[in-house]
């Protein structure tokens, strides 16, 4: 519940950014960054696609979540080093703690739930 509650208000900031904002095309500014956030995305999906499932819905959410939250801190870094506008490079230091505090939790679930 603490991470829908989180995401929610991360969601609605970045949509209001975009509704604010004239965000200029990446694809056009920084093809790079681009190509490294959908890099991020692909490799985020084939570590979730290696993962056997238990049918344990609990453990098999954490699991799931670990290399969620692993590829949102390796994005946010990317926006961190390559970002130009502060509202958004304030949100991804944001949510770097945030992700990297939930995959902790999530890892000492996983080793008390084993």
Known sequence: QNIITAQKVEIEKMQQLVNDYKIPDTKKQAPEMHEA??????SMMDDMATIKMTGNTDKDYVMMMIPHHKSAVKMAGTEL?????????????????????????????????K
Not at 37 to 42: I, P, R, S
């Open 81 to 113: 080093s390559n970002g130009k506008l502060a509202a958004l490079k304030n949100m991804a230091t944001k949510m770097v703690e945030d992700q990297n505090n939930e995959i902790k939790e999530f890892q000492l679930w996983l080793d008390k739930n």
């Open 37 to 42: 956030l959908g890099a991020t995305m692909k």
